[in-house]
């Protein structure tokens, strides 16, 4: 029974580390921690990483890992033999697994038979010495690929809405590919997604495609990688927490403005969640009027996605304007009373409901279900 266990275990390392290898420049290695590698003290190693430990077939191995964390020897490279092939495998001591969870705390969230990795980097860094390695802890710019993912599978922008996850692993493909051409020359540190700024991915994409043999190989590829950077440019260009769009889509006290920039808005998917304001500006003329923000309006209507969050039925028309749904956006505890211009505080109801919200008899007890309705758009 214990053995039938461990032969499934085994088998969940193997699939799982697939694709959590990849060399992000010729001196460094990245590895995509998964449950296992926290669980089980090691993982199998991935045949395109075989140059980098420069490891042959049948041939086991000793390398050192070391940095200002400390110096962790013995850790094998090991044959081990599989139902299928054998597989190397990686196995280091349980105080480098420690380490490793001490390090990323979370790592109990991961989901031991999730097929995606989780945003926890181990990088291999080769030093000068033979089978000596510096490595490094990292977690952040991997949730920048989740969110270019998300991205690409619902932005209708440049192909038709619905990207196979293919064409989507695809473009990672690519992007990884090209991080690599950018780290190794030092436009970049590891990846891409460290870049924030347009204009410097532009420079980046620019330096790329001006190597003749870069261009080439798109060109026999299809464009791939020409592709993978336009896509690329236009989600940092969606993104709205940069300057540009900050200033496009500020908060207006014109109605007509507000919808302009909502329609604007919701051409693209929205990539990240607005902040919205604490306490919307008022400017008074005959009555109060307040200042509401464009994005806010855009992310409750795409979370919506059509369907009145308060009696769940589908918009009753569309909007003449572009089509879309025709839904208000209702602060659940108003602006007047208040209430924020934030995501958490605004729901998109048909315009049944919207008057029920302010005029009906158990009030009070439907803000309470829009309120529910209200933090979901932050989660
Ligand atoms: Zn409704
Ligand atoms: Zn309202």
């Known amino acids: 029974m214990l053995k039938q266990k461990q032969i499934s275990h085994s088998r969940i390392i193997f699939m799982q580390s697939e694709n959590s290898w990849r060399l992000i420049k010729k001196s460094i290695l990245e590895k995509k921690l998964d449950y296992s590698s926290f669980e089980y003290n090691g993982t199998v190693v991935d045949q395109k990483s075989y140059d980098f430990f420069k490891i042959n077939k049948g041939i086991n191995k000793t390398i050192t890992l070391v940095n200002e964390l400390g110096e962790f020897e013995n850790i094998k490279l090991k044959w081990a033999r599989e139902k299928t092939s054998?597989?190397?495998?990686?196995?280091?001591?349980?105080?480098?697994?420690?380490?490793?969870?001490?390090?990323?705390?979370?790592?109990?969230?991961?989901?031991?038979n999730q097929e995606t990795q989780s945003n926890y980097s181990l990088l291999f860094i080769k030093s000068t010495e033979e089978d000596k390695y510096e490595f490094k802890l990292r977690e952040d710019y991997n949730s920048e690929e989740d969110r270019f993912k998300n991205w690409t599978r619902n932005s209708s922008i440049g192909s038709k809405k619905g990207l196979s996850?293919?064409?989507?692993?695809?473009?990672?493909?690519?992007?990884?590919?090209?991080?690599?051409?950018?780290?190794?020359?030092?436009?970049?540190?590891?990846?891409?997604?460290?870049?924030?700024?347009?204009?410097?991915?532009?420079?980046?994409?620019?330096?790329?495609?001006?190597?003749?043999?870069?261009a080439d190989k798109d060109i026999k590829g299809h464009g791939f990688w020409k592709a993978a950077a336009n896509n690329f440019t236009k989600f940092l260009e969606s993104d709205l927490s940069s300057p540009i769009n900050k200033k496009l889509y500020s908060s207006t006290f014109d109605h007509d403005d507000l919808m302009n920039k909502v329609?604007?808005?919701?051409?693209?998917?929205?990539?990240?969640?607005?902040?919205?304001?604490?306490?919307?500006?008022?400017?008074?003329?005959?009555?109060?009027?307040?200042e509401r923000d464009p994005k806010v309006v855009a992310w409750v209507l795409q979370n919506a996605n059509g369907i009145c969050q308060g009696c769940k039925k589908t918009a009753p028309f569309m909007r003449s304007k572009d089509g879309m749904p025709y839904l208000e956006v209702h602060h659940v505890k108003q602006l007047k009373d208040g209430g924020s211009d934030r995501i958490d505080n605004a729901v998109a109801l048909c315009p049944n409901c919207h008057r029920k919200a302010h005029y009906g008899k158990e009030k009070s007890k439907f803000q309470k279900i829009l309120k529910l309705q209200a933090m979901k758009n932050i989660i």
Not at 263 to 290: A, C, H
């Open 86 to 112: 054998p597989v190397m495998r990686m196995f280091w001591k349980s105080n480098f697994t420690s380490m490793l969870k001490k390090h990323f705390p979370n790592w109990k969230a991961l989901e031991p």
């Open 165 to 214: 996850e293919r064409s989507i692993n695809g473009y990672l493909t690519a992007l990884s590919q090209i991080s690599s051409y950018l780290a190794e020359r030092n436009y970049i540190q590891f990846s891409l997604f460290e870049v924030r700024s347009v204009d410097y991915a532009k420079k980046c994409f620019k330096i790329f495609f001006s190597d003749k043999g870069n």
């Open 263 to 290: 329609s604007e808005l919701m051409k693209n998917y929205l990539s990240n969640r607005p902040d919205g304001n604490g306490k919307p500006k008022r400017k008074s003329q005959n009555t109060n009027i307040y």
